[in-house]
């Protein structure tokens, strides 16, 4: 087999493009365990997610995760599902066709605007194909986590880099690495958090609920944990919140090791005991909602406060398509593009001349 893949046809005179490539998680194409299985079996093969030996592993992957949980996890799917597909899906594809209006209308018209998934369809590497074939040379890579993470934002600069170790002609890459503090992201999510208080009131308490990782990897220098705390506390204080009114929690814990502390259910269930009779939950670090937000929090946590004698448990949505947040998803884009923006796209004309006036130079082109 071939190393590298056949280059695209390529004439003179063709323009270049630039193209953006916002990439999320990943999905199943349906709530069926026959597709919850190799979304699932991508996603705990990564490295970056599960940093434990292969040897030991793959049995416990293959010979049991893989047997039980794409069953319970359909299930979760299918209780959130919507008719268009999957929420995280349906999202991320509105938000890149936004941004794409955004930034035509604040003048950069002309950049091609894609979305992938980093595990499940579409695929990084077939996103980044079709861009290449549509004359792309310059690529800006948005994961869209807010916090970066080696086990999100890392694994999608790898999975890029894997790619382009297939490809003979290479484009130019930039990544955005995290957009934690971006002002527009933050006055977003104040924003969020004050219109769904006026249409509902104000609770005791907001929860800001950050998905977890293990505590190990805060240990070996992952910034992730700093990240969502400096999250927290800008968006505490756009909101004028006092400490006591306020908490950050972490989600979506798996396995039996200690993953970063407080966790979110056992948190809310305390504050219930403790006579804390409404709470507002939100999750900063999805800016789409997903299963995390709308099965594990919106359901399985109210479930749990209220079970445990708290009275009221109000969800905020995320971002999703709030006009504040695409914009400030442009402005993060037209940061990062830099002095791309000011390269012309050449049309065919003009490179053909370009070219003509080269060989009459002596140049071979």
């Known amino acids: 087999m071939a190393r590298y893949w056949t280059e695209p046809a390529y004439s003179h005179g063709t323009p270049t493009r630039t193209g953006i490539l916002l990439v999320n998680l990943g999905t199943p194409t349906s709530p069926t365990a026959a597709s919850v299985r190799p979304y699932l079996k ?3 093969s990564d490295p970056r997610v599960v ?18 949980r794409p069953k319970k996890s359909a299930e979760k799917y299918a209780s959130i599902w919507m008719d268009e597909g999957s929420p995280l899906k349906v999202h991320t594809q509105k938000q890149a066709k936004l941004l794409a209006g955004y ?12 979305w992938a998934m980093r595990y499940g369809e579409p695929s990084v590497a077939s996103v980044l194909n079709r861009m290449k074939a549509n004359g792309c040379t310059r690529i800006l890579v948005v994961p869209l986590y807010p916090q970066y993470a080696a086990s999100t934002t890392a694994s999608v600069m790898d999975e890029v880099a894997r790619c382009m170790t297939r490809w003979r002609n290479l484009p130019e890459i930039r990544y ?18 004050r219109d769904h208080w006026m249409r509902n009131g104000q609770g005791d308490k907001l929860i800001m ?15 992730y944990h700093c990240e969502c705390q400096k999250t927290a506390r800008l968006l505490a204080a756009a909101l004028q919140l006092p400490d006591d009114r306020w908490q950050l929690t972490f989600q979506s814990r798996f396995g039996k090791a200690e993953w970063l502390k407080p966790y979110t259910q056992p948190t809310l269930e305390a504050l219930a005991r403790q ?15 997903c299963l ?46 830099g002095n791309w923006l000011s390269i012309p796209t050449a049309s065919g004309d003009a490179l053909a001349a370009t070219a003509e006036r080269a060989r009459m130079a002596g140049a071979e082109c």
Not at 51 to 68: H, M, Q, R, S, Y
Not at 103 to 114: D, I, N, P, S
Not at 184 to 190: E, F, H, S, V, W
Not at 275 to 289: H, K, L, N, Q, S
Request: proline residues 6%; charged residues 20%; contains cysteine.
């Open 42 to 44: 991508e996603f705990l």
């Open 51 to 68: 940093e434990i030996p292969k040897l030991v592993w793959w049995p416990i992957l293959n010979g049991i995760i893989l047997n039980v």
């Open 103 to 114: 930034l035509g209308h604040a003048g950069a018209a002309g950049l091609q605007v894609e």
């Open 176 to 193: 955005v690495r995290n957009f934690h503090d971006q002002p527009g992201y933050i006055a977003a999510l104040a924003q969020s958090v």
């Open 209 to 223: 609920s950050f998905h977890g990782i293990p505590r190990r990897s805060l240990d070996l220098g992952d910034p």
């Open 275 to 289: 006579g804390t009779e409404r709470v507002d939950v939100m999750c900063p670090g999805f800016p789409a909602d």
């Open 292 to 337: 995390e937000t709308l099965e594990e929090i919106a359901m399985e946590c109210r479930t749990a406060f209220l079970g445990a004698g708290g009275k009221s448990f109000h969800y905020i949505p995320c971002l999703n398509e709030r006009d504040d947040w695409i914009a400030a998803l442009s402005a993060l884009v037209r940061d990062h593009l």
